[in-house]
């Protein structure tokens, strides 16, 4: 029976194996729910890189958009935010139909460490349900890997990765991770209300002072994009469900 | 107000600040849960080693007892195991009144990475209100450090980390970390049967399946020792509640 294990930070990867394993990287605030609402939403694909600079040169090299943030709003000179509400039909600048390179400090950090795996999704409660589903057909041991806060334990990643192990639980070994236990547990308090339970968080707390209360909202929201699965392929992220 | 955070894994400790702050060490099973006993019963000082080599070097030095295990069971060649027994009453060797060097692989790497702290000090179930009444004659920010298991994320040092932060909740901040909300709400989950819940724990079945779930009944005695903390002076372990 494969298992659902989870890293509740990526400077705990390398004690992790990743070989044989499906690496699922959530960064729920907001990276990991962009990305899952822009391929879900037209954008062709995905290039995700730690440093603004390299994110714009990405954007040269391609013709393609970009998105960053740093401490919270856009960083200036680039195309949108880190906000997922940039690839909804009707914003200001339209996505559909292009690729975008999207800076984000600890989303991409996860994603760049966790190469290794043998195949490398993005997760958020918007796409659960076609992480579960992948998950599945893999057959394959999941490692969660949260991107946390600066490499800090982080409340929305780990919760997701409860809500995971919850959907896997009944042909996936949940039990045998006490990090996975503990994340089962939490999304069970969570579950109930899981916007009053993930107020409490000290990174969300942070970022509803940044008035993006509207984009921890859309975050929270379960399965809005339940046949979207962003794949990493060669040097990019795609939507397997477009194949 | 001062605050409690709490960190996961020895591995993670880089990236908090020791420097003001006091650095609580647990590792519940067993090796805390044991020192404090000792402690708590006679024994003068602990001298505590990652090597098995080395404790007997010390015991050699300093002419006192050597305790080390090795996957569960205690090591050839040393007077006692890892159980806490070994320092009650009435146990086969006599305790009182003698040193002890431990080695415990997981426990001493986060004392010793944990000694840039203003004071590192000894945390179990059993001397939850010393520690707790310690951190409030302090007055410092409280990093509790889980020893884990090989480094990853262990159920009963974080739920001790949430017991504790439970305790100083009305003087101290202890929602301004994630690690410490999960804790504490792990805890108040685990509170009404502690045994019982820690019985789901990998490593709590890992070693009831070594015959020592006495042992493990024993570690969560809540209160046991309400005046034993063992203190880091130089280097070794003493009762500040000796001086």
């Known amino acids: 029976m494969p298992s659902v294990d989870i890293c509740f930070s990526p400077e705990l990867l390398p004690l992790?194996?990743?070989?044989?394993?499906?690496?699922?990287?959530?960064d729920i605030l907001r990276a990991t729910s962009s990305i899952v609402t822009a391929l879900a939403n037209g954008v062709t694909h995905v290039f995700a890189t730690a440093e603004l600079d390299e994110c714009t040169a990405l954007g040269r090299q391609h013709g393609?958009?970009?998105?960053?943030?740093?401490?919270?709003?856009?960083?200036?000179?680039?195309?949108?935010?880190?906000?997922?509400?940039?690839?909804?039909?009707?914003s200001a600048l339209e996505t559909r139909g292009r690729a975008v390179a999207i800076s984000t400090t600890n989303g991409t950090q996860a994603l760049r460490r966790s190469l290794g795996a043998?195949?490398?999704?993005?997760?958020?409660?918007?796409?659960?349900?076609?992480?579960?589903d992948f998950a599945r057909r893999?057959?394959?041991?999941?490692?969660?890997?949260?991107?946390?806060?600066?490499?800090?334990?982080c409340l929305e990643d780990t919760v997701f990765g409860g809500a995971l192990a919850e959907r896997l639980a009944d042909t996936f070994d949940v039990r045998s991770s006490d990090?996975?236990?503990?994340?089962?547990?939490?999304?069970?308090?969570?579950?109930p209300d899981l916007e009053g339970y993930l107020l409490q968080s000290a990174h969300v707390r942070r970022l509803n002072h940044l008035e993006a209360h509207q984009d921890f909202a859309f975050c929270l929201r379960l399965d809005e994009y339940p046949a979207t699965l962003p794949i990493w392929r060669e040097d990019r992220l795609v939507n397997l469900g477009d194949r």
Chains 1, 2 share one sequence.
């Open 16 to 26: 992790y194996q990743l070989e044989g394993r499906v690496a699922v990287i959530v």
């Open 64 to 90: 393609c958009l970009t998105a960053a943030e740093r401490n919270g709003v856009q960083a200036e000179g680039f195309d949108l935010g880190n906000s997922p509400f940039g690839y909804l039909p009707g």
């Open 118 to 132: 043998d195949a490398v999704v993005i997760g958020a409660f918007l796409n659960l349900q076609a992480v579960a």
């Open 138 to 153: 893999q057959q394959k041991d999941v490692l969660v890997v949260c991107a946390g806060w600066k490499g800090q334990f």
């Open 179 to 191: 990090a996975t236990l503990a994340a089962l547990h939490l999304w069970q308090q969570a579950k």
